[in-house]
């Protein structure tokens, strides 16, 4: 799996083949983790339980933890739901929430303000990470220090609007040009492979790709878009439900993001723990690596909110006007409809 797909993922495509961040490990094989969490609810009586999907935006990684957290310590079962991980079909992980296959799934706070748009009903219900972690990075060895160097280096991206948006925005605010910057097509190429080949930067998530170049020793200059725009600090991942399930069985969201968040808490206090949840779960992951990205990400959980998975208006409604206003969206967004904290625990 790799990053380029996760950014993808990040970036305003109408068939998101959603996550949220996976480097160069290869795709854990179909059914791994749904057979594990069958393995976990059969402990006490399955009958009593009810069957529940949650869908990943990707294959499983950090963004991930506090799901397998949730089913291998019992907090699921504690609720009455026998919770089975899933990864998404060729639709997207969006698609099957929004179409009622599935009640939860793993999407971004971009995606969701798409959708809207469109009258389809996705309703983010946590933010799985406070902070945008997402940003571009380059080799040490390509001297970008700031926007301002991205002009005459070459980007590998896959030519999605919202990359040009991004990038122009943080540019301008240093009096560059983005028209500057040539843009390749990374194809299939993950990050390493790429920036050897023919690119200087790409848009990456550092708590996989970023983390993974210090673990090989490839020290990178990163440029965390947040730290340019307000209005780029955005929720990427959140989870997410449709309309449907919120109206017709509120219980059972209420139940699922209880045991959701205390998977979650679990993964911050206990970052190595659940770093070996994840990999017992996805055994074809890179140990060193899950348990470096889950030291480092497990305290961005949460950061500075008052619980884990609280969203913002102000968050929402600035990302949604700088789309807006970047002609990313056809139209405004009634950003109350976009979320609700309403089934967080108090």
Request: net charge negative; with cysteine; hydrophobic share 40%.
């Amino acid at each position: 799996m790799r990053w380029r797909k996760m950014i993808g993922l990040l970036l305003l495509c109408v068939t998101l083949v959603t996550v949220a961040a996976c480097g160069s490990q290869e795709a854990a094989p179909a059914g791994q983790s749904g057979s594990s969490t069958t393995e976990n609810s059969s402990e006490g009586d399955s009958t009593a339980l009810k069957d529940v999907k949650v869908v990943l935006d990707w294959t499983p990684n950090t963004n991930h933890t506090g799901l397998y957290a949730a089913v291998d310590q019992g907090f699921y079962q504690a609720e009455g739901l026998n919770v089975e991980i899933v990864q998404p079909g060729a639709g997207g992980a969006d698609t099957m929430v929004a179409s009622n296959e599935v009640p939860f799934g793993v999407s971004y706070q971009e995606s969701v303000t798409q959708a809207r748009t469109q009258d389809v009903p996705l309703v983010s219900i946590a933010a799985v990470i406070q902070h945008n972690t997402s940003g571009f990075a380059a080799p040490v060895d390509r001297n970008i220090k700031s926007p301002k160097d991205f002009e005459g280096q070459s980007y590998g991206g896959w030519g999605s609007p919202v990359e040009e948006a991004v990038m122009q925005s943080i540019m301008e605010g240093e009096g560059a040009d983005v028209s500057k910057v040539k843009n390749i097509n990374m194809g299939d190429a993950d990050f390493f492979t790429a920036v050897k080949r023919d690119i200087d930067f790409a848009w990456i998530f550092y708590a996989w790709t970023g983390i993974e170049a210090e673990l090989r020793g490839e020290p990178l200059d990163m440029l965390y878009v947040k730290d340019y725009s307000d209005a780029l600090d955005y929720y990427t991942p959140v989870l997410v439900t449709n309309e449907q399930t919120i109206q017709n069985d509120p219980e059972l969201v209420k139940a699922f993001m209880k045991a959701t968040s205390e998977g979650y808490q679990y993964a911050i206090d206990h970052p190595e723990e659940a770093a070996n949840i994840l990999i017992k779960a996805v055994p074809d992951l890179d140990k060193d690596l899950v348990v470096a990205s889950q030291k480092w990400l497990s305290p961005k959980y949460k950061d500075d909110a008052p619980r884990w998975g609280e969203q913002k208006q102000e968050v929402w409604q600035n990302y949604t006007d700088w789309m807006f206003s970047k002609k990313l969206l056809d139209e405004q967004v009634d950003v109350s409809q976009a979320y609700t904290n309403d089934f967080l625990p108090q």
